[in-house]
C-alpha cells in the first residue's frame, strides 16, 4: 500500500513537472524517459506523454512562427507606409487635330493638320492625416501652360515629360473643410467654363479652400496668392517687383427643391505689375492691365429620364485700357447631357479681345485666340471601363486669328482615344 501511493505521488510529481517545463524544451522528452525507467509511470503512460508533448512542441512552433511572420510584415509594413498610401494615376489620350482658319496660307503655320499624344502620371500620398502631397509628369511640345499634347513628328525622337504638378494639401483635422495648398497645384477654383483659364493650366504659389455643408446647402470659397514671373520688372528681386495674381472667389450649391441643384458664385482674378510684361498679353490682347470679375452658374435637373445641366459664366475685364477698352467681356452658355450612353456637351461664347487674358484662355476655342464668338460641340463615348472615345468639333469666328482675314472661320475637329488608370 505504501509502495502504491509513492508510485501515485511520483506519477502526479512527474506530470506536473512535465506540465510546468514549456513544451518546446528538449528536457521534457528527457524527464519522461526517467520517469518510466524509475517506475513512475508505464511505457503507456509514456507513449501517450510523448504524444502530447510532440503535438504541444508542434502547436507552440506554429504560434512562434506566426509571431514572427507578423512582426516581420509589421515592420514591413512600417518601412512601405509611404506606398500604401499612396496613389498612381494617369492617362494616356491619342489625338488626331484639324484646324483651318480662313484665308491662312497652307504653309503659314497656323492651318494644321496632325496628330498628337499626351501622357500623364502622378504620384499622390497621404503623408498623414492632415497631409497629402502630389507630383505629376506630363508630356508637351513646350513650357506652353496651356498644353500637355505632344506632335507626332521628328523621325522618332524622345518626347518631353514636364513637371505639371508639384504640391503640398494640408487639412486640418480641427477645421473640417479647409484645405491649404503650396506649390503647383490643380486649379483650386470653380470653373463653369474655360473662357478664363484652359483647363490644363496649374497655378504656382499659395492658396486656401473652404467648404461646409448648412443643412442641404453648401457654402465654398478659396482664396489665393500666384507668382507669374519674379522681377518682372527688372527693378528688384523683392515681391513688390513680381507679376502677381492675386485670386478669390465665393459660391454655394442649394436644391431649390426636389427637381434642380444650383450652382452660383463669383470670381476675382486682379494682376499686379501686368503692364510691365508683354508675354501676358498675346493671342489679341490690346490692354497691358487685367482685373477680371467673373459670375459663373449651373443647374443641375433631377428626375429626368436622360441627365441635364445648363451653366453658364460671365467675365468683365474692369482694368481694361487702350484702343479697345470697350471691347472688354466675355460670356459663355452651355448644356450638358447623355444621349444613348454617349456624354454631351455643347457651349456657345463670345469672348471679346480684353474680356479675359489671352495667355490662358481656351487653346482650342479659336485656335486659342480672343476676339473670337462661336460654338463648341464635345460628344464622348465609354468603349470600356477608363477607355473612351470622343470628338470635338469648335466652329468659331475670330477678329485676329487670320492675318489676311476679319471676322475669318476658324473652324477645329478633335478626334480622341484615352485610356485612364
Not at 513512475?40 to 504560434?63: M, N, P, V, Y
Not at 495648398?181 to 463653369?192: D, H, L, T
Request: hydrophobic letters at 40%.
Amino acid at each position: 500500500m505504501r509502495l502504491v501511493t509513492a508510485r501515485t505521488a511520483g506519477l502526479c510529481g512527474g506530470l506536473l513537472l512535465a506540465a510546468t517545463v514549456p513544451a518546446y524544451a528538449a528536457v521534457d522528452g528527457k524527464l519522461l524517459d526517467m520517469l518510466m525507467a524509475n517506475g513512475s509511470i508505464t511505457a503507456a503512460q509514456h507513449a501517450e506523454l510523448t504524444a502530447d508533448l510532440a503535438r504541444e512542441t508542434k502547436a507552440a512552433e506554429r504560434t512562434a512562427s506566426k509571431q514572427v511572420k507578423s512582426e516581420e510584415m509589421t515592420a514591413l509594413q512600417q518601412k512601405l507606409a509611404w506606398a500604401m498610401n499612396t496613389q498612381l494615376k494617369g492617362d494616356v489620350r491619342v489625338r488626331y487635330e484639324n484646324i483651318h482658319i480662313e484665308d491662312e496660307l497652307d504653309s503659314g503655320g497656323r492651318d494644321k493638320d496632325r496628330q498628337r499624344i499626351r501622357a500623364r502620371l502622378g504620384a499622390f500620398t497621404q503623408v498623414n492625416p492632415e497631409v497629402e502631397a502630389g507630383i505629376q509628369i506630363a508630356s508637351g511640345g513646350g513650357k506652353d501652360a496651356r498644353s500637355t499634347n505632344q506632335d507626332l513628328t521628328d523621325y522618332f525622337n524622345k518626347k518631353d515629360l514636364w513637371l505639371d504638378l508639384a504640391y503640398i494639401d494640408y487639412h486640418p483635422l480641427q477645421v473640417p473643410g479647409l484645405k491649404v495648398f503650396g506649390g503647383k497645384m490643380k486649379q483650386p477654383w470653380v470653373s463653369m467654363g474655360d473662357t478664363i483659364w484652359d483647363g490644363d493650366i496649374n497655378p504656382e504659389g499659395g492658396a486656401v479652400t473652404y467648404k461646409r455643408l448648412f443643412g442641404g446647402t453648401e457654402v465654398f470659397g478659396s482664396a489665393g496668392y500666384y507668382v507669374l514671373q519674379d522681377n518682372i520688372d527688372g527693378e528688384g528681386v523683392q515681391f513688390e517687383h513680381d507679376l502677381r495674381l492675386y485670386a478669390g472667389q465665393v459660391g454655394t450649391r442649394f436644391f431649390p427643391g426636389d427637381s434642380f441643384k444650383v450652382t452660383v458664385g463669383g470670381s476675382v482674378y486682379a494682376y499686379d505689375d501686368d503692364e510691365d510684361s508683354a508675354a501676358l498679353r498675346v493671342n489679341g490682347n490690346t490692354t497691358d492691365q487685367f482685373r477680371l470679375y467673373e459670375a459663373f452658374g449651373q443647374v443641375d435637373v433631377i428626375g429626368l429620364p436622360l441627365p441635364l445641366s445648363v451653366y453658364g459664366q460671365y467675365v468683365m475685364n474692369g482694368a481694361a485700357r487702350g484702343p479697345d477698352d470697350d471691347q472688354d467681356q466675355a460670356w459663355l452658355v452651355g448644356v450638358m447631357t447623355r444621349l444613348f450612353d454617349v456624354g454631351v456637351d455643347y457651349n456657345y461664347r463670345d469672348v471679346q479681345r480684353n474680356g479675359v487674358v489671352g495667355a490662358f484662355t481656351d487653346s482650342d476655342f479659336a485656335a486659342g485666340y480672343v476676339g473670337s464668338r462661336g460654338h463648341k460641340l464635345k460628344l464622348k463615348y465609354d468603349l470600356g471601363k477608363n477607355f473612351s472615345i470622343g470628338t470635338t468639333y469648335f466652329m468659331a469666328e475670330s477678329d485676329v486669328a487670320s492675318r489676311f482675314t476679319d471676322d475669318a472661320s476658324v473652324n477645329t475637329l478633335q478626334v480622341d482615344v484615352e485610356a485612364k488608370f
